[in-house]
């Protein structure tokens, strides 16, 4: 698969929906069909209750999984198997404790064939791209939370896919290093511009990162109930961003979509509708 034509999106699900049977009958619809498109370069974050799918959609993106209906296309061609044109970066890293910081970036370009010179010298550009040029012969752990998350940051850039998809990267990391992480990624991302589809719980991340944001409601048979453009100027800086009366009416505007959802996946009745704010 080539990412030769940039006038189709990077990524557009079309009517793609997940289901599954049980034995001895019945069915059970967790993604009813929806369509979700990414353009070239652009970067969308998916927000949703818990167990809405979010991650789902991202696996039928990744070709990791196959829709109950509907199609994938990437770059406009069909997706039948593993998305090769992706990268992925879930939320647990995928680092090899065995092997350092420099080795577990590398290891992605010698798996395709390259030299492990030449990969080693990539691996390293990568890892002073993130910040730890000093850090390569340390192992997992020898790192802190963000230090690890940086180099799976690498690991997986270092491949230079065309997308990005991101299973609340930043999850596990307290709010200060979650905060770092999110202008790294930010900062990488604006040299490049890749298309990113970011799953996330926190809508102010989403809404400081993305140019899009897409909303499912509460499942089961979730759906996007929500399409928000996010029209605040970039470059960002995060910190910043985050007071603007521009960024507070968007929140509003969007937190008054996800509301319900969020009380209808706790249990919780219209007469709490204070509480899940």
């Given amino acids: 698969m080539t990412s030769a034509s940039t006038n189709v999106p990077a990524v557009a699900l079309k ?26 370069g652009e970067f969308v974050a998916i927000l949703g209750p818990t167990g809405c799918g979010k991650s789902t959609l991202l ?5 990791l999984m196959p829709p109950s209906s509907g199609t994938s296309l990437i770059f406009g061609e069909r997706l039948s198997g593993l998305n090769t044109v992706a990268g992925y970066l879930f939320q647990q890293d995928a680092l090899m404790p065995w092997k350092t910081s420099r080795d577990n970036v590398a290891i992605g370009l010698e798996v395709r064939g390259m030299a492990r010179a030449e990969a080693l010298k990539q691996a390293d550009a990568f890892l002073k791209k993130v910040g730890l040029a000093s850090f390569g012969d340390r192992y997992p752990h020898q ?5 690890k998350k940086r180099v799976a940051l690498a690991q997986v850039l270092v491949r230079e ?8 990267p930043f999850g596990p990391l307290d709010a200060q290093t979650r905060l770092i992480m999110s202008e790294l990624l930010l900062d990488l991302w604006q ?3 890749k298309a990113v589809m970011f799953v996330t719980h926190d809508l102010d991340e989403a809404i400081a990162l993305s140019d899009r944001v897409l909303v499912m409601s509460a499942g ?13 100027a970039r470059p960002r800086d995060i910190a910043e961003v985050r007071s603007l009366p521009e960024f507070h009416i968007l929140h509003n505007k969007i937190w008054n979509c996800l509301r319900d959802e969020v009380r209808k996946t706790y249990g919780l009745s219209d007469s709490k509708a204070g509480a899940a704010s």
């Fill in 15 to 40: 009517g793609v929906s997940v289901a599954y049977g049980f034995a001895g009958g019945g069915r059970y619809e967790a993604v009813q069909p929806v369509d979700v498109s990414v353009e070239d």
């Fill in 143 to 147: 790192l802190s939370g963000g230090q």
């Fill in 59 to 63: 696996n039928i993106a990744a070709g």
């Fill in 191 to 193: 040299a490049d511009r």
């Fill in 220 to 232: 089961p048979s979730s759906k996007i109930i929500g399409d928000f453009t996010i029209g605040l």
């Fill in 161 to 168: 896919p065309k997308i990005l998809l991101m299973d609340e």
